[in-house]
């Protein structure tokens, strides 16, 4: 089996955005619809002791997704490999997942009125290749794989280091799981 | 926007395109079908960026097909500036452009020609031989604020600039003036993987910038005070003896005199100057110093602060030459020019210039290192030990500020044309306010380019310009390296798009230039002839490039060992003879930031706050890609940097459009409050324009409004003595809210 999952090394980020527009570009998204913003925190303290860090989001492909349970046309779709996406010809644009997603990873279309989301580059990575959000970064900073391949570096990140998964208590069983610390610790 | 899930089509040819979005030159594969560039990505094994792109990087394709692209040869009709245009062929704009100069060359001399350029996106090596052939010495570029001066000083003090990191074998780097984390990220990568490794990283910045954020130690220093800190830092290596005595006893010249030079310069001194803390200027100077091997990386910072300029590069340079980092494992070295290709130099046609002309060059009797005067004694020095010399574009040019004045007032003698290339000298050259009055005056103006931009909508001609994936690229560090990286045409240009190259070409052929000078009907054969030394068994250049690609030859550590150093003495002169001789002082002297609290007390009371004007900042490049609006999306508005205590004091609130005013001018930006700046100093963003708005009126495309060079120095009392650089760093300003606010 396949279960694909995505890391992102808040130690490494450097908040340079070209996920944001490598994503925007190469999935051809409506001009305000993002799906990878990344946050940055900070500079916090008092000068000049200071620490910033950036967060990347991006949908969390969830387990036990409440965006899937919560669409009435079965639009909202999660396949076998964990990639959960919808499919524009049955979607009726109700916005129920929107307001069902805790991490605000769907956005509907002003113009098409279908519901928008990250699918993981879905193609790309069944044939082989690393979603564009991942390919683009300089830093290295994401890394994409399959949790059910224990070699895989996403297992090894998962498994060896303290990573984190965004709201875990709401206990979705996000698949995008994170790395804190301190810059210069990648 | 084609899906990258087509390109398995055997019909698609992969070219391997670099980026030309900056100078770091990410390489690209281009998916080609049928002359369509289909898709990018980046290469994965390229040299430089192993598959990485950055915001810029990605927007290649909206840049190729972008509405907003010249895509004929315009021809002014009616006022200039009315923006009003009529489309005509390369041949007749070339034959018109050439009549019109020749007709000038003929009146006022030559000299009365002169171009303005950018950043690296051209072939400014035929556009030298075009200058040289034609005979006019006074070309310029915005080189004073990027390198230039830094490559000049320490290549007259050490025989060429050490500016390449052996960063995997060091154990230290100082990060100084530069922001990789913004500004060239497969270079934040190298760092942040080797601090995994246990590399130390020093920044020094105003700013708590992405790179400070990940430091050991961040010097937050005074903007425009790093000569201060420079001169302290050697202060404590010498006085307290961390210097390498064998390096400096065998391979250095002046270090008593430097010693001595230095006594006063402790960092009790330089506390309030630089508003480091003294203790904290000690500690980072013996972490760089005890930490050897290390690595002092090059930032434009330095480059850009006027007066004290040349003398902080100076200091810089001697610093890593006391602490014996030069040429070694994990230092910084020297790669010298390339014996094994043609470089730059090589193909500019300088000796077509006659002395007579050289001496006319505009600014060289005042600033006297990046022009002929100095650019001589070091080129010659550079002939007679490593047999080539460093590039005369760039390296030797007429000072900017001082050309646009001499349009405005005829002194000191009438300049009647100006063809502009790959930059809109208002955004990106000092004083913008002049510059615009200067393009608006000159009499002739003609500009190569991909948009309309201010500078173009005052020309009489603008030939539009052919981007990255339409043409060629080679990049070797402004021809003073000794590799190189080299990527193939995508796609033909598109439309009636041409090159620089083949511009200067034109022009020249049409001036009566000889054929034989211009031997290359394009860049291909052009680059074949620069490659085609390095022997590899490849037919034409694009063989080179698909087989080849880049060439990094083996780093040769301790080079001097054998040859000495490539300077008159042999040695490492940290007390210059080169600059005693062009009559400046021989070891750096302290002089402050161009306008400062401490010499100008009657300034500082109208204009308390210290000015940082435009380092590079995410996704945009210099005055580029402000067009493209998913990048404008992200970055919709121009923000100024704030402390939220000065902001509070001046009733300034998070996101307020506020004005920022020094003696020159002032330009409107938003306000980030951040504690990540001093409350005394402001950040500016660079670059801003508004290409979405009308090109009518005082201010076209919003060029004046929100730039950042409105604000920057340039009277020839503020510029460096040796080099000619105007100052953006360590200027006086005041903040004060937009009461209109909002977007004009």
């Known amino acids: 089996m396949t279960r694909y999952a995505m890391v992102m090394d808040t130690r490494r980020c450097i908040g340079c955005d070209s996920c944001t527009i490598a994503c ?163 | 926007m084609k899906r990258l899930e087509n390109l398995s089509d055997p019909a698609i040819e992969v070219r391997k395109s670099m980026c030309y979005f900056c100078h770091t030159n990410c390489g690209v594969l281009a998916y080609v079908k049928d002359g369509e560039v289909l898709a990018i990505k980046g290469d994965p094994g390229h040299p430089v960026n192993k598959g990485g792109l950055c ?116 154990r230290i780097a100082v990060i100084w003036g530069a922001n990789p984390g913004a500004s060239t990220l497969p270079s934040m990568r190298g760092i942040t993987d080797l601090q995994k490794k246990g590399l130390k990283v020093i920044v020094i910045d105003p700013r708590f910038t992405e790179t400070a954020a990940h430091a050991d130690l961040w010097l937050p ?14 202060n404590v290596i010498i006085t307290e003896k961390l210097y390498d005595k064998d390096f400096v006893q065998d391979w250095c010249i002046g270090f008593e005199q430097l010693a001595e030079h230095v006594r006063e310069y402790t960092p009790e001194w330089a506390g309030p100057l630089t508003w480091l803390e003294p203790g904290l200027i000690r500690e980072s100077a013996r972490l760089y110093a005890t930490n050897t091997p290390g690595n002092i990386q090059w930032g434009t910072a330095l480059d850009q602060q006027g007066r004290p300029s040349g003398a902080g590069i100076q200091a810089r340079a001697i610093l890593r030459a006391i602490c014996g980092n030069i040429d070694c494992p994990g230092g910084d070295l020297m790669p ?66 001082a050309v646009f004045r001499a349009i405005l007032t005829g002194e000191p003698y009438p300049i009647k044309a100006l063809i502009v290339s790959a930059t809109n000298p208002v955004n990106s050259y000092g004083n913008s306010q002049e510059v615009l009055a200067a393009l608006k005056k000159v009499e002739f103006l003609v500009t190569c380019e991909y948009w309309m931009t201010s500078a173009a909508l005052y020309s009489d001609y603008v030939l539009p310009i052919a981007g990255a994936l339409e043409r060629p690229i080679i990049h070797n560090s402004y021809g003073c390296s000794s590799s190189l990286i080299a990527s193939e045409r995508a796609i033909e240009p598109l439309h009636q798009r041409g090159t620089d190259y083949w511009f200067w070409q034109g022009l020249g052929l049409r001036l009566g230039q000889d054929e034989d000078l211009w031997p290359w009907d394009n860049e291909e054969e052009a680059y074949f002839y620069i490659v085609y030394p390095l022997g590899f068994e490849v037919e034409d250049y694009d063989e080179f490039v698909e087989t080849v690609g880049s060439y990094f ?38 002089t402050g930031p161009v306008e400062n609290e401490i010499d100008h007390p009657e300034i500082a009371r109208d204009y308390p706050l210290v000015l940082s004007a435009g380092g590079g900042f995410m996704p945009f490049h210099h005055s580029e890609e402000f067009n493209i609006r998913e990048l404008r999306y992200i970055r919709h508005d121009p923000f100024m940097e704030i402390n939220p205590k000065t902001a509070a004091e001046l009733g300034i609130r998070d996101g307020d459009w506020c004005w920022i005013e020094t003696r020159r001018g002032r330009c409107r930006q938003r306000a980030n409050l951040t504690n990540g700046v001093h409350e005394k100093v402001i950040i500016t963003q660079r670059g801003w324009w508004y290409p979405e708005r009308d090109a009518s009126g005082p201010d076209p495309f919003g060029v004046l409004e929100s730039n950042t060079n409105v604000l920057t120095a340039t009277d020839a009392d503020q510029c460096d003595p040796i080099s000619g650089t105007w100052a953006n760093r360590g200027l006086l300003c005041r903040v004060y809210k937009d009461e209109e606010g909002g977007k004009r």
């Open chain 1, 24 to 186: 925007k570009i190469w999935n051809d998204l409506p001009l305000e619809i993002v799906f990878n913003p990344v946050i940055t925190n900070g500079p916090e303290g008092t000068y000049p002791h200071l620490h910033m860090t950036h967060l990347p989001l991006i949908c969390m492909h969830c387990e036990e997704a409440p965006c899937v349970h919560v669409c009435p046309t079965g639009a909202s779709k999660k396949d076998e490999d964990g990639i959960i996406w919808v499919d524009p010809q049955s979607c009726i644009g109700c916005g129920a997942c929107v307001v069902a997603c805790p991490y605000d990873a769907r956005h509907k279309d002003r113009e098409s009125g279908v519901v928008m989301k990250c699918d993981f580059c879905k193609d790309r990575v069944r044939g082989g290749q690393e979603p564009h959000c991942v390919w683009t970064c300089h830093q290295r900073a994401r890394v994409f794989g399959d949790l059910d391949d224990p070699k895989s570096e996403v297992s090894l990140l998962v498994n060896s280091l303290r990573s984190e998964q965004l709201f875990a208590e709401l206990e979705t069983e996000p698949q995008v799981y994170y790395l804190f610390g301190m810059g210069g610790q990648g």
């Open chain 2, 55 to 170: 915001c810029r990087g990605n927007i290649a394709l909206k840049h190729l097909d972008h509405p907003d692209r010249i895509n004929k040869p315009l021809k002014r009709k009616g006022e200039r500036g009315a923006n009003q245009w009529q489309e005509i062929s390369w041949p007749e704009a070339l034959d018109e452009i050439a009549e019109r100069l020749a007709a000038i060359k003929e009146k006022y001399g030559a000299e009365a020609v002169a171009t303005a350029g950018g950043t690296l996106r051209t072939d400014d090596w035929a556009r030298r031989r075009f200058m040289n052939l034609f005979g006019s010495p006074n070309g310029f570029h915005n080189a004073l604020l990027c390198w230039i001066p830094t490559f000049m000083i320490e290549a007259a003090i050490s025989g060429w600039s050490p500016f390449v990191s052996d960063m995997a074998n060091s």
């Open chain 2, 221 to 234: 220093i005074r903007p425009g005070a790093d000569l201060a800190l420079a001169l302290a830092w050697i």
């Open chain 2, 336 to 401: 010298g020019p390339s014996y094994e290709y043609v470089v730059d130099e090589e193909l500019e046609a300088n000796d077509w210039l006659s002395e007579e002309q050289k001496a006319k060059q505009i600014g060289s009797d005042s600033f006297r290192l990046c022009a002929w005067p100095g650019y001589q004694l070091i080129s010659d020095i550079a002939k007679e030990r490593w047999g080539k010399a460093p590039t005369a574009e760039w390296m030797c040019e007429a000072n900017a500020p």
């Open chain 2, 553 to 590: 030859p083996e780093p040769e550590y301790y080079r001097y060992k054998e040859e000495g150093f490539f300077t008159r003495s042999g040695k490492v002169e940290l007390y210059s003879s080169v600059l005693e001789e062009l009559g400046y002082p021989p070891l750096p002297t302290y």
